[in-house]
């Protein structure tokens, strides 16, 4: 009984991790890099490389771009003040047709030129958990269903494995590679099973309203008033009102919200209906200091100053809620933390990548030649080392394409996501037409790649290492050459190993045939 159980749940186990492990990788890997978003953010647009200013501009150096707001009879206006990991100030609003956004240097105020590029925090990061496939919501769908076959995975994999402790000491780098991706397998699954499971988990529950939206839908008219409700922003509940009513100063209602808060300093400051009757100014408290998302926003009469909420007190199913988003999001600042998340991150990939190889290697002599056999390992090249080579396409595309780029009327932006799937695209097909070189040549690609992406950012930006490690502003940058070298290395490495193995597979299959074997 017990031995029929444990085979069922080896089933459920590799089918599970088969089926879904393209998406899963796709999911983790574009994860793992938006731990660190606002540094590839300064990698890809130079000119925010600045340092940070000592002492932060008042809210009505930004009076200018409020009133081209009013004027373009835009729904919201709002300013992000500089933080630890992202020294300027970003202004944005929005109308019917387009949404405007400008980075504002910290110490002059001047408007800096637009990168022309969505970065990380405009593409990875979304796309880690919609895909970026928004047709009704398709992709985070997709993404919930591979996070259950995800914790469905961590699960069984428990189960399966009786010895759990025991191969967590176990690596053996020179044995047969079956072995080896096995032991790798095994290995970064017990080392980050918590992270897996409480990553995986929290990542439901932030979208949690999109796969239960009866309990929304229980408790509130639409979607709209819990979005509201949820994120402190019930304040906004009202009608469009006149135009030609004016803003009162920023700054004014800025120190009631400071004095509210103790002497915190607001991360956002969004103006409502700007130039309405209706206008309202809200300040939100950033989570730095903190694990939980709280949302706490005071909202103020955007024309008369009158206070009109502060939405602070969670219940303690919402505060549960807050805390797991905000281990998920990792929002808070704390650099040894982050650190970690990024390397448990790759060892999720790492694990979701044997997973594959070791299924592939089981089946490999009995099935390579078979039509089902090769779709798999072309999916699984482009779903594992595709996806890394097209992340780098994008980099470089960032690197080379010029500032007002335009192509088939497509702006520079939608150029450089158009260079990430083209990429991606040709991954899938190259595993398919060279199913025996494609791991090989792709590990080859990347190194490739990797320092091809650090050469050119120093030669179009003039930051080498020597530069940005010398000043403190500029370790992020640092930060991201030395993680795309270390990738680099690590795919040169990997491409040398498998072209040893394979010319020795060679030579042995020859010294058979010769000896009549």
């Known amino acids: 009984m017990k031995q029929d159980f444990r085979r069922s749940m080896g089933w459920l186990h590799t089918w599970a991790g088969v089926v879904l492990g393209s998406i899963l990788f796709a999911i983790f890997w574009m994860g793992t890099l938006s731990v660190f978003d606002s540094e590839i953010d300064q990698w890809m647009k130079p000119a925010t490389r600045i340092a940070p200013a000592h002492n932060i501009l008042p809210l009505e150096s930004f009076r200018s771009s409020l009133d081209e707001a009013i004027a373009a009879k835009a729904s919201f ?25 400008r980075d504002i240097d910290p110490v002059t105020g001047r408007t800096l030129p637009d990168s022309g590029t969505l970065g990380a925090t405009g593409f990875i990061f979304p796309f880690h958990y919609t895909l970026n496939i928004e047709l009704m919501n398709l992709g985070e769908w997709i993404v919930g269903m591979a996070s259950m076959a995800m914790l469905v995975l961590c699960v069984t994999g428990v189960i399966i494995h009786r010895k759990i402790f025991a191969e967590f000491f176990t690596f053996r780098p020179r044995a047969k590679p079956r072995r080896m991706l096995l032991d790798l397998h095994n290995l970064s699954g017990v080392l980050g099973l918590p992270f897996h499971i409480f990553l995986t988990f929290s990542g439901l529950v932030i979208l949690g309203a999109t796969y239960f939206p009866a309990g929304v839908n229980s408790i509130y008219p639409n979607t709209r008033a819990y979005f509201f ?22 700054d004014e209602t800025a120190a009631r919200a400071r004095l509210l808060w103790g002497g915190e300093t607001p ?17 939100f408290r950033g989570n730095e200091k903190q694990v939980v998302i709280d949302r706490d926003v005071i909202a103020f009469n955007g024309s008369t100053g009158e206070f009109l909420s502060r939405s602070s007190h969670l219940t303690p199913i919402m505060r549960s809620q807050r805390f797991l988003n905000g281990l998920h999001l990792i929002e808070f600042h704390h650099w040894v933390l982050r650190w970690i998340y990024f390397l448990l991150g790759l060892g999720s990939c790492v694990l979701i990548a044997t997973g594959f190889l070791f299924w592939m290697e089981s089946r490999r002599k009995k099935q390579e030649k078979q039509i089902g056999f090769r779709l798999v390992e072309a999916i699984a090249s482009g779903s594992i080392t595709g996806i890394i080579l097209a992340t780098l396409g994008f980099f470089i595309a960032n690197r080379l394409l010029p500032s007002d780029a335009h192509l088939l009327g497509l702006e520079r932006s939608a150029l450089e996501v158009r260079v990430f799937y083209f990429v991606w695209l040709v991954t899938f097909l190259h595993g398919w037409v060279r199913p025996r070189q494609v791991w090989f040549e792709q590990s080859a690609a990347i190194s490739l790649l990797a320092f091809t992406a650090v050469i050119l950012n120093w030669i179009t930006t003039g930051d080498h290492l020597l530069r940005t490690l010398t000043h403190r502003y500029l370790w992020p940058v640092a930060g991201m050459d030395i993680v795309l070298l270390a990738g680099g290395a690590l795919g040169l490495l990997t491409a040398v190993f498998l072209f040893r193995r394979a010319r020795n597979g060679v030579v042995a299959m020859r010294s058979a045939e010769e000896h009549g074997v």
């Open 229 to 250: 409700e949820s994120n402190g922003l019930s304040f906004l509940s009202v009608k469009h009102g006149k135009p030609g009513a004016p803003v009162i100063s920023l």
């Open 267 to 283: 991360h956002l400051v969004l103006v409502a209906n700007p130039g309405m009757t209706t206008s309202r100014i809200a300040f």
């Open 77 to 101: 206006w709002n300013v992000t003040l500089p933080s630890d990991r992202d020294a300027m100030f970003h202004t944005r609003y929005g109308t019917r047709k387009k949404m405007i956004s």
